[in-house]
């Protein structure tokens, strides 16, 4: 994918997906997660709609086929697995949990991967150096940005740890979408330090 097109993918998972940790936070969180349930409800069946029946799947490609990777013309889009990864979330972690880990998602994934096309050098599996330490600065900042918020429960030391977790779980090739495993893995280990140092 040229930088062009992943620009347009990333501020489109950028603006779509940075709604969630915001929203998550300021609305109650049986609302947020009635409103996830439809939503990844909903994109459930259009995916199933989109892959099983050929039309569907014209019009969905002739939308949208410019911003969605080549693996995702045959199985689900990054968007779902975001839905789904949230859903997850909510859940079963704590609301602050949740916030934190789906903003590592959207900002550290946007910035890994817009950093690693620009400027990516150094490849380390199939990313880059330059990617991974513009994942891990964003991921700091959101860190940052949580751990201050009214009634956070976080600490500095967990929201860096967690940082490093997003960062590590977005560079390893680790066979499960990224949109999945990094708010899964890095949401999992703060929950697990919330429960053991707080």
């Not at 489109?12 to 996830?36: A, D």
Request: with cysteine.
């Amino acid at each position: 994918m040229t930088l062009l097109r992943e620009m347009q993918r990333k501020w489109v998972h950028l603006f779509w997906g940075g709604l969630i940790p915001i929203l998550y936070y300021f609305l109650p969180t049986f609302v947020s997660q009635i409103l996830l349930i439809i939503i990844t409800g909903i994109f459930l069946v259009l995916e199933f709609l989109r892959l099983n029946h050929p039309t569907i799947k014209n019009i969905f490609h002739g939308i949208f086929g410019s911003v969605i990777r080549q693996h995702e013309h045959t199985s689900l889009t990054g968007a779902t697995y975001l839905l789904l990864s949230a859903l997850t979330c909510s859940l079963t972690m704590k609301k602050i949990v949740v916030v934190t880990a789906m903003g590592y998602l959207v900002f550290g994934d946007t910035t890994a991967a817009l950093a690693g096309k620009k400027w990516g050098r150094f490849k380390i599996f199939n990313k880059t150096l330059e990617g991974s330490l513009a994942c891990f600065l964003s991921c700091l900042v959101i860190g940052l940005i949580t751990v201050n918020l009214p009634n956070s429960s976080l600490s500095y030391l967990i929201i860096v740890v967690g940082a490093v977790v997003a960062t590590l779980t977005e560079l390893f090739p680790i066979p499960l979408d990224d949109n999945l495993r990094i708010p899964l893995i890095s949401g999992g280990v703060i929950q697990i330090l919330l429960k053991t140092l707080c």
